[in-house]
C-alpha cells in the first residue's frame, strides 16, 4: 500500500502578528509547524502502514525551508519527503496550490507506485479554506471522502475503505473503493512519538526536491500568482471588544433564583428576545 499525505508549514498562529500600517501578516521572527490538521492525517497514515505494509510518502509545497516539515515528518516515521519549490509557485491561491500538488502526486505515483491513499488535514490554519483537499481529488478523479472522524477498515485486497464522517446530525458509514483521498477531522487520533532511529534516519534522509519542471508541469500559468484567481484585499486584527463582564448574583443563590436572575438580564439588555418569545407564546 502506497499513502501520500499532503502538509503544509504554517506560521505560529499564536505568534501571528498583524503590521499595522500595511495590515499584513508579519512572519519574520514567526516560527513555523506542521499545520496541527495535517497530523491527524499522518498518523492516520502511519497506521493503516503499520497494518497493512507498504509506503508513506509526504508531500509539501513551500519556500526551500519548508524543508524542514519533511524532516519532522521523516522522524514521526514517515518513508519519504517530497519538497515541491519553485518561484513559479509564489503567492499560489488554493486553485493553483491544487493544481501544483495534483501534478505532483501524479510524477510520485509514476517514480514510485501508484498511490491507494491520498491524505490531507482537514484545512489549514492559517487560511482555512478547506479547498486544497477536494481540489487535489477533482484533480486526480480521486472520490474524496471529508471530515472523517475515524479510518474503520482498510482491504488492499479488496481496495476498500470504510470510514466513518462526521455530518450535520450524526456520522456517516461509508465504504468506497480505493484509491481515493481523505481529509481527517481534528482529534481523531493522537501523534505518536518519534523513535531515535526514525530521527536519526530523518537527519541523513535524501529529501526529494523538486521544481515545476521536475514535477512535470508544462503550463506556468496556472502556478502562483498567474493561476490564482483569488485577490485578498485586506488583512486585519480585530478590534477589540469594549464589553465589560458584569456580575449576575450573587453568593448563595439557588440555582433556580440566579437562573432567573440571569434571564432578567438578558432580556433587559436584549428586549427583541421577549418580543420575539412573546410572539411564539400567542401562535
Not at 530521527?199 to 496556472?222: F, H, N, P, Q
Request: charged letters at 25%.
Amino acid at each position: 500500500m502506497h499513502i501520500i499525505v499532503c502538509i503544509k508549514q504554517v506560521p505560529d498562529s499564536a505568534q501571528i502578528r498583524v503590521h499595522p500600517v500595511t495590515n499584513t501578516i508579519m512572519r519574520q521572527g514567526v516560527p513555523t509547524i506542521i499545520n496541527p490538521y495535517d497530523l491527524f492525517s499522518l498518523e492516520e497514515a502511519l497506521r493503516l502502514r503499520d497494518q497493512h505494509g507498504g509506503e508513506v510518502t509526504v508531500i509539501t509545497m513551500g519556500p526551500p525551508m519548508a524543508e524542514d516539515a519533511l524532516r519532522k515528518a521523516l522522524t514521526f516515521g514517515a518513508d519519504r519527503g517530497v519538497l515541491l519549490t519553485d518561484r513559479y509557485f509564489a503567492g499560489s491561491d488554493t486553485l493553483a496550490t491544487s493544481f501544483a500538488l495534483a501534478s505532483a502526486i501524479e510524477k510520485i505515483g509514476q517514480l514510485y507506485g501508484r498511490p491507494d491513499i491520498v491524505f490531507a488535514g482537514k484545512q489549514t490554519i492559517d487560511g482555512d479554506t478547506a479547498q486544497v483537499g477536494p481540489g487535489i481529488a477533482k484533480r486526480l478523479d480521486l472520490l474524496q471522502l471529508t471530515y472523517v472522524a475515524k479510518v474503520s477498515a482498510a482491504d488492499p485486497g479488496k481496495s476498500e475503505i470504510t470510514v466513518e464522517r462526521r455530518a450535520e446530525g450524526g456520522t456517516q458509514i461509508l465504504k468506497t473503493r480505493l484509491p481515493c483521498l481523505i481529509t481527517m477531522l481534528e482529534g481523531s487520533n493522537e501523534m505518536r512519538r518519534g523513535t531515535m532511529p526514525d530521527a536519526l534516519r530523518a537527519a541523513r534522509a535524501e529529501i526529494v526536491t523538486w521544481s515545476a519542471a521536475d514535477a512535470g508541469i508544462e503550463d506556468l500559468t496556472k502556478c502562483g500568482l498567474r493561476g490564482s484567481p483569488t485577490v485578498v484585499k485586506h488583512v486585519f486584527a480585530p478590534s477589540a471588544r469594549q464589553d465589560k463582564a458584569t456580575m449576575v448574583g450573587e453568593a448563595g443563590d439557588l440555582p433556580r433564583d440566579l437562573a432567573d436572575k440571569l434571564l432578567d438580564d438578558v432580556f433587559t439588555r436584549q428586549p427583541a428576545i421577549l418580543i420575539a418569545m412573546s410572539a411564539l407564546s400567542s401562535l
